[in-house]
């Protein structure tokens, strides 16, 4: 069976060949006056910073600062995400789960690749691949140390399957020493792999205070 290294999914190569492919049709559809390159890059901007993993990076720092939030976004995700200003489709049905000691959660979608964009953007191409969708349920400890998260052997590993009717965001624990940092620091240290389960926030990556 193929294996995930380093965060990505096997056959580079192909995936290089469909990115050029990519590259090409857009500079068609570029010099044929179809699309406007503005218009293009407007919409990459929308997915990276707009509905990207910035947007669950601040719903998982609002989580970690304000236990109101942290429990209605337990009873209640959809809405509370949506109390920030995200939402929409692929986000209408949301559901967190926690990461504490002693319990990992990481989410997959074996069927397709559902995943929540209004919080997370574009999934990543390892997530819409055939090892991780697979793997991630068979056997998501070796998954998960070749992402680089390697956990003790008593942590639970839980796996959740999104679905059409159901996606999950991964609200991880907030580490150590970050006592007293702003909401929009804590932010920082949220990747979207983090908010998948196949990633840890890193203190050590971070913006000024």
């Given at each position: 069976?193929?294996?995930?290294?380093?965060?990505?999914?096997?056959?580079?190569?192909?995936?290089?060949?469909?990115?050029?492919?990519?590259?090409?049709?857009?500079?068609?559809?570029?010099?044929?006056?179809?699309?406007?390159?503005a218009a293009l890059d407007a919409l990459?901007?929308?997915?990276?910073?707009?509905?990207?993993?910035?947007?669950?990076?601040?719903?998982?720092?609002?989580?970690?600062?304000?236990?109101?939030?942290?429990?209605?976004?337990?009873?209640?995700?959809?809405?509370?995400?949506?109390?920030?200003?995200?939402?929409?489709?692929?986000?209408?049905?949301?559901?967190?789960?926690?990461?504490?000691?002693?319990?990992?959660?990481?989410?997959?979608?074996?069927?397709?690749?559902?995943?929540?964009?209004?919080?997370?953007?574009?999934?990543?191409?390892?997530?819409?691949?055939?090892?991780?969708?697979?793997?991630?349920?068979?056997?998501?400890?070796?998954?998960?140390?070749?992402?680089?998260?390697?956990?003790?052997?008593?942590?639970?590993?839980?796996?959740?399957?999104?679905?059409?009717?159901?996606?999950?965001?991964?609200?991880?624990?907030?580490?150590?020493?970050?006592?007293?940092?702003?909401?929009?620091?804590?932010?920082?240290?949220?990747?979207?792999?983090?908010?998948?389960?196949?990633?840890?926030?890193?203190?050590?990556?971070?913006?000024?205070?």
């Open positions: 069976m193929s294996h995930i290294h380093d965060g990505h999914a096997p056959g580079h190569s192909h995936l290089e060949e469909i990115e050029a492919r990519v590259r090409a049709l857009e500079t068609l559809l570029v010099e044929k006056g179809y699309v406007e390159p990459v901007d929308t997915y990276e910073t707009k509905v990207g993993p910035r947007n669950g990076a601040r719903v998982v720092a609002r989580a970690w600062v304000d236990d109101a939030f942290r429990d209605w976004l337990a009873r209640d995700a959809t809405a509370a995400i949506a109390s920030l200003g995200y939402g929409g489709r692929q986000g209408e049905h949301m559901r967190a789960v926690f990461n504490r000691p002693g319990e990992h959660h990481m989410v997959v979608c074996t069927l397709c690749s559902c995943y929540p964009w209004p919080v997370l953007g574009l999934p990543p191409v390892w997530y819409k691949s055939a090892p991780y969708r697979s793997r991630a349920v068979s056997e998501p400890r070796a998954v998960l140390g070749e992402f680089g998260v390697v956990l003790a052997a008593s942590t639970r590993i839980r796996v959740w399957d999104s679905t059409a009717e159901v996606r999950y965001l991964v609200v991880p624990m907030r580490p150590e020493g970050t006592d007293g940092w702003s909401e929009e620091r804590l932010a920082s240290i949220v990747s979207r792999d983090s908010m998948i389960g196949t990633g840890l926030p890193d203190p050590r990556v971070v913006a000024a205070p």
